[in-house]
């Protein structure tokens, strides 16, 4: 039966990648149903609660900072950023989207940052596909890598039995996913042909199809609120990485703490959500219009849905799978990260890949440096171009660079991106050896 309930499971991925969005849970919540109803049960465990929580609570104190401004203010200071230094694009696009997908937890925040992309790249002839590919890497791999992320929490809690904390993860995972996109942004650098050289662009543009590039506002000021909302957010950050110190196994300054630090990072991000709307005056029913927190919900139910159908499958079969994998995984751990790389874009999330999949690696018996290093390749989302960001960056690049060729794997992302990837499982195996 373990072959007829893979096909059920994938069947209903497939499904789900085709009604799209929210689809992707819905989908996978009726996978569950059909799985229950051919002989395997499922409870309440199998729903990742904790994962659940988490992005909820992020997303809710992302959504505030937008109320504020922040996000607004942050998109112009990139601006300005990437204005002053158009030939860096290719490097300086990647470091902002992964920089505020490390603070914020989330890579929904490129959407608004792919536009500036966009125009920069036009005004001096830059093939608008090469900072676009890196950077909607960059803001999937700075999920993986941030403190506050559900996928980091979901990490921290499978290698626990392991002896690996926190901190361990923060220091290995952090370095490497940002020297491996330094890499893939050398790579997307050198990425197609020139602008003026491209025959879709060229046909584009004497359609009429390229519109012309925004001016930046000169009258532009910050809303009153969005400096010291993001200061706010800035400490809650702190804040939480401060708890999860001194309640870590590693530190051990209190042995006995009174929440766990997930429910730190959920309490923490909730009440920072309300302090930044009373510090805004803002109504805290204003956060739930906010784009941002329509897209949290969706990945909410999207890992919802796909996380309990990975999970009743995986528990179920868990010695069948265990006895098939433990022989290659144990003679070659790192074939760990291609086993999360090709999981990642059926799952549809870090989060739930690594809910899924990690603790049954630890099962198996991998080291701990094996599954740290690996670890990255769950934000590989660009190898199949449907996921929400990368579609947003083909669709909102008007000069046509940034598409799919001939078969489905033939776009921008995939190369900078898997370059991306191996270059931090790689540095991951000799840093994991020096930390855990």
């Known amino acids: 039966m373990i ?8 069947l209903f991925i497939i499904v789900g990648a085709r009604l799209g969005g929210i689809g992707i849970g819905l989908a996978g919540a009726a996978g569950v149903i059909v799985l229950a109803a051919t002989g395997v049960p499922t409870s309440s465990e199998h729903v990742p609660w904790d994962v659940i929580g988490i992005i909820m609570s992020v997303i809710c104190t992302v959504a505030a900072l937008q109320v504020a401004g922040s996000m607004d203010h942050l998109v112009h200071l990139t601006e300005l950023l990437l204005r002053r230094h158009p030939r860096q694009i290719v490097f300086l ?3 902002v989207t992964f920089l505020m997908s490390v603070m914020c937890g989330t890579g929904h925040t490129a959407y608004s940052v792919i536009p500036v992309i966009v125009d920069v790249s036009k005004e001096h002839g ?6 676009l590919s890196i950077a909607v890497v960059a803001s999937q791999v700075g999920v993986a890598a941030s403190p506050i992320s559900a996928a980091m929490v979901a990490l921290v809690i499978a290698l626990e039995p392991l002896g690996v904390g926190y901190l361990a993860c923060l220091a290995v995972v952090i370095p490497t996913t940002f020297i491996g996109l330094a890499v893939g942004a050398v790579v997307a650098a050198r990425q197609g042909s020139d602008l003026k050289d491209d025959p879709v ?13 925004a001016a930046v506002a000169d009258d532009y000021r910050p809303a009153r609120s969005a400096v010291p909302s993001l200061l706010i957010f800035l400490a809650a950050l702190v804040l939480v990485v401060a708890y999860a110190t001194v309640t870590s196994q590693e530190v051990g300054i209190i042995s006995n703490p009174p929440m766990s630090s997930t429910l730190a990072i959920m309490t923490i991000m909730l009440t920072t959500a309300a302090v930044i709307c009373l510090m805004a005056r803002k109504p805290t029913a204003s956060i739930a219009s906010q784009d941002t927190f329509r897209a949290g919900m969706t990945a909410t139910i999207c890992v919802m849905g796909l996380a309990w159908l990975g999970n009743a499958f995986v528990e179920h079969y868990e010695e069948t799978i265990s006895a098939a994998l433990s022989g290659p995984l144990q003679a070659l751990p790192w074939l760990a990260a291609v086993f999360f790389y090709f999981a990642a874009p ?28 690996s ?3 769950v934000a590989n989302y660009y190898l199949l171009p449907n996921y929400p960001t990368t579609v947003a960056a083909m ?5 046509g660079s940034t598409r799919v060729g001939r078969n489905v794997l033939a776009h921008p992302f995939v190369l900078p991106g898997t370059v991306s990837i191996v270059v931090c499982v790689v540095l991951g195996f000799l840093l994991a050896q020096l930390v855990v």
Request: net charge positive; charged share 20%; proline share 11%.
């Open 93 to 95: 696009a990647p470091f």
């Open 395 to 399: 669709e909102m690049d008007d000069t």
């Open 346 to 373: 059926l799952m549809f999330s870090h989060a739930a890949t690594t809910k899924a999949f990690m603790p049954l690696m630890v099962s198996l018996g991998l080291p701990a440096v094996a599954l740290l290093a």
């Open 3 to 10: 072959w007829f309930h893979l096909l059920v499971v994938l």
């Open 375 to 377: 670890y990255p390749a």
């Open 201 to 213: 662009y060229r046909e584009r543009l004497d359609k009429g199809l390229v519109r012309p590039s």
């Open 126 to 131: 830059i093939r608008p596909s090469r900072p």
